[in-house]
């Protein structure tokens, strides 16, 4: 199994500043037939089911903010939120679809500093 | 935009069966593989298996092979979970891939509490 591995577990940021996770998986998770990553990332609130932010490393779903970014490639991915809000606190994990099991990382808890 | 709207909690007996479905309201699955996966209490989240509900053909983990049985139609998936334990307490998910073949979980359901206890 591909294991993911999310760094740091928390972390706390002044409203209006730059959040940024990191996401390590075990091998590659790039997928040779369309030249994309396969690894998504979610937001979960409390209480609620995890949200699709972006998928295919970078691709933000439809009614994503802009300031929510994923970037890297084969083996080293980062999610940044540019300009954090109050309505982004909330648990951030990686997932990757490249080779199944699928798995996700155990998380990264984003609080307001 | 179709919804996944699933069962309700469940408590059942370490060594029992549960059953719990997931629908789609408003509409069908469509083409795109549903999936289930489970959090434990205060956990991250982990994938059990999915289900082309067109071909009616499941994949597993090999963690749950054997012990987890995914159907579906074109409107309604089930997760059916034998041999319960203690460890099996989980809100259990079901979750639409966002694009054919392309299992990151755009759509998801609120969840069914499943708790096993004595």
């Known amino acids: 199994d591909i294991v993911i591995t999310q760094s740091p577990d928390s972390l706390a940021v002044s409203l209006g500043e730059r959040a940024t996770i990191n996401c390590k998986s075990s091998q590659s998770v790039l997928y040779s037939s369309n030249n994309e990553d396969c690894l998504a990332w979610y937001q979960q609130k409390p209480g609620q089911p995890p949200k699709l932010l972006i998928y295919w490393a970078s691709t933000r779903e439809f009614g994503v903010p802009d300031r929510f970014s994923g970037s890297g490639s084969g083996t080293d991915f980062t999610l940044t939120i540019s300009s954090l809000q109050a309505e982004d606190v909330a648990v951030y994990y990686c997932?990757?679809?490249?080779?199944?099991?699928?798995?996700f990382g155990q998380g990264t808890k984003v609080e307001i500093k | 935009q179709v919804q996944l709207v699933q069962s309700g909690a469940e408590v059942r007996k370490p060594g029992s069966s549960v059953k719990f479905s997931c629908k789609a309201s408003g509409g069908t699955f469509g083409g795109f593989q549903i999936n289930w996966v489970r959090q434990a209490p205060g956990q991250g989240l982990e994938w059990m298996g999915g289900?082309?509900?067109?071909?009616?053909t499941a994949n597993y983990a090999q963690k749950f092979q054997g012990r987890v049985t995914i159907t579906a139609d074109k409107s309604t998936t089930t997760l059916e979970v034998s041999s319960l334990r203690s460890d099996d307490t989980a809100l259990y998910y079901c979750?639409?891939?966002?694009?054919?073949?392309?299992?990151?979980?755009?759509?998801w359901g609120q969840g069914t509490l499943v708790t096993v206890s004595s």
């Open positions: 979750a639409r891939e966002v694009g054919p073949h392309v299992p990151a979980f755009a759509s």
């Open positions: 997932q990757q679809y490249y080779s199944p099991p699928w798995t």
């Open positions: 289900i082309s509900p067109i071909f009616g």
